[in-house]
């Protein structure tokens, strides 16, 4: 079975340019998690889908980040305009739904703001 | 406000002797304890958990325990091997809200 899969793996781009994260969450798995991840912390929840309705985007900091579940499936996660202080590794995480213990974490995309 | 402190960056284990990996959190309604594991340029891999309703969870050679009273949780791995060398997050739940991680303590095991 395959695991959540993101794209890109590492991204290097300068301030103030946009950028976006892609990912494909395990077949069947209706809840979707974007977490950030800072140097020498753990993840941090930004946005969470129950299929193609956000539930939980309290900590999205609404004026630069964006994000989309269309048709509830893949899922996108958009910085525009980049900020130094948003480098930091991006990780897509599903689950069956939200009352599963288990969320199955991709491997993560790794922003680097310049 | 961090929910959820572990408070050792780091700790350095001899193969085959036991690994203690604890975690505070400040919020009695956690109900739902996890420990995840996590291997460089990877992402977290779920490794055990445990409901508030329950003391103790053991899996092979993972056990957590969870003493509500001090709101604190340790994973325990016996016996350790080099494989087990990651590191290691506890992620805290209320009511199948958001988990809120700690920060991770990197696990060494020497050969």
């Known amino acids: 079975e395959a695991g959540v899969v993101q794209s890109p793996r590492y991204k290097i781009i300068e301030k103030k340019q946009p950028v976006a994260f892609w990912c494909n969450p395990i077949s069947g798995h209706n809840t979707l998690y974007w977490y950030r991840q800072n140097l020498g912390q753990g993840p941090e929840l930004l946005i969470r889908y129950e299929n193609e309705e956000a539930v939980d985007d309290s900590q999205l900091p609404k004026d630069r980040f964006s994000a989309e579940r269309l048709k509830g499936v893949d899922s996108t996660l958009k910085i525009q305009p980049a900020e130094l202080g948003d480098s930091a590794v991006y990780l897509c995480?599903?689950?069956?739904?939200?009352?599963?213990?288990?969320?199955?974490f991709g491997p993560g995309t790794r922003l680097t703001v310049l | 406000d961090q929910q959820v402190k572990q408070n050792s960056p780091s700790l350095s284990v001899q193969e085959g002797r036991i690994s203690i990996l604890n975690c505070d959190y400040t919020?009695?309604?956690?109900?739902?304890f996890l420990w995840y594991k996590k291997y460089p340029a990877e992402g977290p891999t779920f490794l055990i958990s445990?409901?508030?309703?329950?003391d103790k969870n053991e899996d092979g050679r993972f056990t957590v325990f969870l003493n509500k009273s001090a709101k604190h949780l340790s994973l325990h791995i016996v016996p350790s091997q080099p494989g087990d060398s990651a590191v290691y997050f506890c992620a805290a739940q209320y009511n199948f809200n958001k988990f809120y991680f700690g920060s991770g303590t990197k696990l060494n095991v020497k050969p």
């Open positions: 995480a599903s689950s069956l739904d939200r009352t599963t213990d288990t969320q199955y």
């Open positions: 445990i409901s508030s309703i329950k």
């Open positions: 919020n009695s309604m956690f109900d739902y």
